[in-house]
């Protein structure tokens, strides 16, 4: 019977040496396969005689039985150990940290503009909005700049395609062209509504005011610190029967005061040129206190409306007069919250932008 408690442990250690399941039906064929060990021994128990057959079969069976038990251990333990495997493989660590969401936030710019509008929009002003790719006539002519004007020169932009030679297409210089775009569709709506003639007289009946802020992008071939070629504007316009410089002047004081969170703040009409105001002014503001006080800072240009701009909003200027403003939404950014450089703003790094969230 020895061979037999040896071809159990033979069986054994063949099963053991399988590493993959292919492996054990390998060894398993060699044992308890049709041509195996196990059937040759039976095979070999014809020539027994009858009482010996009994006692060998018996033997033989049990050794069969132990070979298949530790076949079914074997098949166990592979299937244990690929299961390991496969876990170990799609391990989830729990312990890292979560995707985020990443807050965003408003550019600061943006949040400047939003501030003006909101301060403007208690005054009663409205808000408007118009092209970047302007027309001659609206960037320059209408407003009293015609070809050849030397204020042009210091409007160098970029022309873009599409415009005609009389009327070229360029990118819009200042916000002021929505001075003429808002004011003659005010003076059109107004005249439809009341059953006006639409014709080329200028408009000298009665008429509600025009209050309005025009925000937005302008383009100048100018960069360093303090210009970038794409910059804001801010562009205001009051137009009545009887608005005048005060107006301006307190409007604007009111404003600045309002945006700077400052009652001290001092402001200074200093006369300037710009052909679509007469007379005209630049304004400058100083800090009471603080790492700027005591000195002037221009923030804006302005003036009274100059009478050819009226009359190019389809408005008599005999009877409507006003005063209008261009402001950097850009410069005032700097200034509330002592940045240096403007190029920050639009380099697009989170370190700087994230500190205004
Ligand atoms: N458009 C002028 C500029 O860009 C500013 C301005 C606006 C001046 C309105 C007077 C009135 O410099």
Known sequence: MNDLKTLVEQAKSAFDLAVTPADLENAKAQFLGKSGRVTELMKGMVALPVDEKKLRGAAINLAKQAIENSLNERRQALADLELQAQLHAEALDVTLPGRQRGQGGLHPVSLTLERIESIFGSMGFEVAQ??????????FTALNTPEDHPARS?????????GTAQAPNLLRTHTSPMQIRHAVQHVKRHRQAHGEPSDAALYNGDMPEIRVIA???TYRVDSDATHSPMFHQCEGLWVGENVSFK??????????????ESDDLVLRFRPSFFPFTEPSAEIDIQFPSGPLAGRWLEVAGSGQVHPNVIRNMGLDPERYIGFAFG?????????RYGVNDLRLFFDGDIRFLSQFR
């Open 247 to 260: 107006d301006l002047k307190f409007v604007f004081t009111d404003f600045c005061r309002t945006f700077f």
């Open 327 to 335: 402001m950097g939404p850009d410069r005032l950014t700097m200034l």
């Open 154 to 162: 210091m409007h160098d932009t970029f022309y873009v395609e599409g």
């Open 130 to 139: 118009g092209p970047e790719i302007e027309s001659d006539w609206f960037n």
């Open 215 to 217: 925000p937005g992008r």
